[in-house]
């Protein structure tokens, strides 16, 4: 059994060194080198450079998103991927996901057939861990942004609020906080004043970085200022009432995150006990234990088990989830 798993990895590491081989020179160095020819070509005139300027930034932009081949296109739901991914504020394309993932369902599934697991089970698992272990870190790194940029939201609405009350139009107090103030929030309406540079509304701009971002603190923003636009009124005002919802809303889910903090823990702690004595008697006695990889029978009452605790923990997430 050993050997065929061997030989297998081995199969498949030549195959992508084979495939890396075959797969000819990189369309993105040939595409920069023809944008390359073309910015020079024009480099003397005046709007006819601006002109060019603009399409091959808009040629590069479309080259970048169809770009993804090869193992990337085996992923399901790529748009939704895109989405996720560019809400962690880190610039990671397909191809890099679907590698850490093959990555890590090979280590995983050669990790169990080197203690004896059977190939099927140790292929079944590693397919579980390269699907999960990518898409939860993706959900870690957009959950730790958003809550970075709801921390500092209603500090960016009051520093608008001071803008607008000194005379500033709405644009520039934009600009003003993507200068002032640093991490998420300052990239989120910095995004927002490039693309209003570049001819699109205000009400498009913010409408687009709400559909990205995904957080109703953001969409509160938008909505706000598109009623402000349509009936008029004060809005210096109306965004110092906004941020001060935002705060006490803030408050809020800190008071039902302590309040529900106790029963979080114990079902954390009774719902990880089961996993943990498997995993320590495993490592004191392999052999008392494998029969759970073999026996057919202990398979199913496993599988059976796992099922039955993952209703359970399901049932105690939505009672501790508390939407405001």
Do not use: C
């Not at 029978?297 to 939407?323: D, Q, T």
């Amino acid at each position: 059994m050993m050997f065929y798993a061997v030989l297998a990895i081995l199969v498949l590491v030549f195959g992508l060194v084979g495939y890396k081989m075959m797969s000819g020179p990189s369309p993105k160095k040939s595409v920069k080198r023809r944008m390359e020819v073309v910015r020079n070509r024009h480099a003397e005139g005046g709007a006819l450079k601006a002109n060019a300027q603009m399409q091959i930034r808009k040629l590069m932009a479309k080259r970048k998103d169809n770009d993804e081949g090869g193992i990337a296109r085996l992923l399901p739901r790529p748009a939704q991927l895109k989405l996720r991914m560019s809400q962690t504020g880190k610039v990671i394309t397909l191809k890099q996901y679907a590698m850490a993932s093959l990555g890590i369902a090979v280590v995983v599934a050669g990790l169990l057939m080197i203690r004896g697991a059977p190939f099927s089970l140790a292929f079944f698992v590693g397919l579980l861990a390269g699907a999960g272990i990518p898409h939860f870190a993706i959900g870690f790194l957009i959950k730790k942004r958003l809550k970075q940029f709801n921390d500092n939201f209603p500090d960016a609405i009051e520093l608008m609020v001071r803008g607008l009350r000194s005379g500033l139009p709405i644009t520039e107090t934009l600009g003003i906080v993507s200068n002032e103030l640093p991490g998420p929030v300052g990239d989120e309406f910095g995004n927002v004043s490039d693309k209003m540079k570049i001819g699109k509304t205000m009400e498009a701009a913010l409408q687009e970085t709400a559909d990205r971002l995904g957080t109703a603190e953001f969409q509160f923003f938008v909505i706000t200022l598109a009623i402000q636009r349509e009936t008029g009124g004060n809005l210096a005002e109306t965004l110092s009432n906004l941020a001060d919802v935002l705060r006490k809303r803030a408050q809020m889910k800190l008071k039902i995150r302590a309040m529900s903090s106790e029963s979080k823990a114990s079902a954390l702690i009774v719902g990880s006990l089961p996993f943990i004595v498997f995993g320590l008697i495993w490592m004191i006695n392999p052999s008392y234990m494998g029969g759970f990889f073999v026996d057919e029978r202990l398979m199913i009452a496993g599988m059976g088990g796992l099922v039955w605790m993952s209703i359970g923990a399901f049932m105690m997430a939505k009672m501790v989830n508390f939407e405001i």
